[in-house]
């Protein structure tokens, strides 16, 4: 680039808070040069100071870097060396030729829809990260292009893709929490003197974190101007994608050049996912964290979900309706699978399965009649069905607190959560629990007398209800959106794991660490069943799907 010298006289300090609230940019035609002059050339300039080609007062709440920027014109609608060397920066950032002159393809690229971050030189902003890894959000408002479910959704979506490649978590609370991110929706000025100009053009802004975005740090707002959706294909400006994108911002990535990454500045549609030099971005700030690993393919052709119990370290075993409805089995012996093994019977439900001790297996499954039925491995041979009797209309969640302890958890005819268990000598009757269930509950104990149960409500969220040893808590709501039945697995005293199918059919994942719940956790995949989980040591969570082919997934945190 051409060294450039500096003008006299520019643009007054007031002059330019006035020109980056009026959003008067984006040129109406190609071929603008030095020593240009008119609208079209002030609509440039207009563009340059606001996305951070020039120096502007603008840039200060983003925690944007000014020194090395051109300096702000001397005249606006003069197109004079200030014009031409942030023109030329421009384009050098987005990889057009670097001309100096607006030509169709850098006029092309700036009618282009787009964050109102600006863009800065450096991918990842040294110092701005935050210094924790558990991170919270809160509505300030919602847009009525949606409900607030599907808003809720498509924000831990967003927020998914960033915590599925590093140690975050995020939260969702009230406002009255002093929320980490808030979240808005609002149109034209709405206060952080960064206005947003109707339809097109910005899509929305975010904030470092502190202190690169001071007083607004972390926080993310979106244009209500525009028509947001989380159909696909999109039938507006989808959610998914541009939240991710402002995400990133608020996490501490400034744009990328990579043209195809989440944090490139234009909007192109729905782009949900990170790519690598975006995970590479985000790593930079905070670690990879996470040790998932999958999905491996492990055959078989499946009519149902899975039942997994795991009896000693290293072992698995998976149970699953076939075409015949039969259930058949498949295991890990701790260096390779075996399998499929047909145990008979005819399912019109999932299997569940439990381990209470070493090369002991119990299996429950729907008969035809409805009733529950089981079948035992006793460390030599399988026995059963015994019909254990009830009327179901869901599956099965089963758990196991103590050796020779089982407690089976049914749906029944009123849609109410059924409790049955064995004492070690005889099983009891059927308790009636309560609640309204739309899925089959699943069950976990993480110590002895304690079991966690887990079920999707008319809502479609997940509810959570306890024994603590005396007594039945009542139901709590844990939010997401499930269109499955929930799983549930425990590796310590007082952790839990939760995953379920998601709206977008991805698995997702919800944890208790001992004193809070995270957020919503993706992982990814596309389920055609509700997971199945199950932990053989700390800090060891294996999870089973079926896939869109019917074949078995195996996803696992090692």
């Given amino acids: ?43 440039l300039q207009h563009y340059l100071l606001d996305f951070g080609y020039m120096q502007a007062p603008n840039l200060e709440p983003f925690g ?16 004079d060396d200030n014009t031409a060397q942030a023109l030329e920066s421009f384009q050098q950032f987005n990889g057009l030729p670097v001309t100096g002159k607006l030509d169709e393809a850098t006029l092309e690229l700036m009618n282009k829809p787009r964050c109102g971050f600006p863009d800065v030189a450096e991918f990842v902003l040294q110092g701005s990260k935050w210094n924790k890894t558990h991170l919270t959000y809160g509505y300030q408002n919602f847009t009525p292009d949606l ?17 599925a490649v590093t140690p975050l ?19 034209g000025n709405h206060g952080d003197g960064n206005n947003f100009d109707g339809p097109g053009g910005v899509l929305a802004h975010a904030y470092y974190p502190p202190p690169g975005g001071g007083a607004l740090a972390g926080d993310t707002h979106f244009d209500e101007a525009e028509t947001w959706s989380v159909n696909l294909p999109a039938s507006g400006i989808d959610l998914v994608t541009v939240a991710g994108h402002e995400f990133g911002h608020a996490l501490g990535l400034a744009h990328s050049q990579v043209n195809g990454a989440l944090m490139y500045a234009y909007y192109g549609g729905p782009h949900r996912k990170v790519e690598a030099d975006d995970i590479a971005g985000i790593q930079a700030l905070y670690g990879s964290g996470k040790k998932w690993y999958g999905w491996e393919n492990l055959g078989g052709i499946l009519t149902s979900g899975i039942g997994v119990s795991s009896w000693a370290a290293n072992r698995l075993d998976c149970f699953v309706r076939g075409t015949d409805n039969r259930m058949y089995h498949k295991w890990w012996n701790g260096s390779s699978w075996l399998g499929w093994e047909n145990l008979g019977g005819i399912l019109t439900s999932a299997p569940a399965a439990v381990s209470w001790g070493p090369n002991r297996i119990d299996t429950f499954v729907r008969g035809t009649d409805n009733r529950m039925y089981h079948k035992w491995w006793n460390g030599s041979s399988w026995l059963g069905w015994e019909n254990l009797g009830g009327v179901l209309t869901s ?29 070690g000598s005889s099983w009891s009757g059927w308790e009636n629990l309560g609640g309204i269930l739309t899925s089959a509950p699943a069950a976990v104990s993480w110590g002895p007398n304690r079991i966690d149960t887990f079920v999707r409500g008319t809502d479609n969220a997940m ?3 306890w024994w603590n040893g005396s007594s039945w808590s009542g139901w709590e709501n844990l939010g997401g959106v499930l269109t499955s039945a929930p799983a549930v697995c425990s590796w310590a005293a007082n952790r839990l794991d939760c995953f379920v199918r998601g709206a977008d059919n991805a698995m997702w994942h919800k944890w208790w660490n001992g004193s ?6 993706n ?10 989980a199950v932990s053989w040591g700390a800090n060891r969570i294996d999870t089973f799907v079926r896939g869109t082919d019917n074949r078995m997934y195996h996803k696992w945190y090692a």
């Fill in 523 to 532: 992982l990814g995949g596309v389920l055609t069943s509700e997971p199945a």
């Fill in 147 to 163: 409900t607030q479910a599907q808003t809720r959704t498509a924000i831990a979506q967003a927020f998914g893709l960033w915590s």
């Fill in 169 to 187: 978590t995020f939260t969702e609370v009230p406002m009255g929490s002093n929320p980490d991110i808030v979240i808005r929706f609002v149109a």
């Fill in 463 to 465: 509810w959570h209800k």
């Fill in 395 to 423: 599956g099965i969640g089963v758990s196991s607190w103590a050796t020779n302890r089982l407690d089976t958890f049914v749906r029944g005819t009123d849609n109410r959560m059924w409790h049955k268990w064995w004492n």
């Fill in 516 to 521: 809070s719940w995270s957020g919503w956790e």
């Fill in 64 to 79: 944007a870097e000014t020194r090395g920027l051109a300096e702000p014109p001397a005249a606006m609608g003069v197109f």
């Fill in 1 to 43: 680039m051409a060294t450039r010298s500096k003008k006299a006289k520019t643009v007054s300090e007031a002059e330019l808070v006035q020109l980056t609230s009026e959003k008067d940019y984006v040129p109406q035609s190609a071929g603008l040069a030095e020593g240009d002059q008119g609208p079209d050339v002030a609509r």
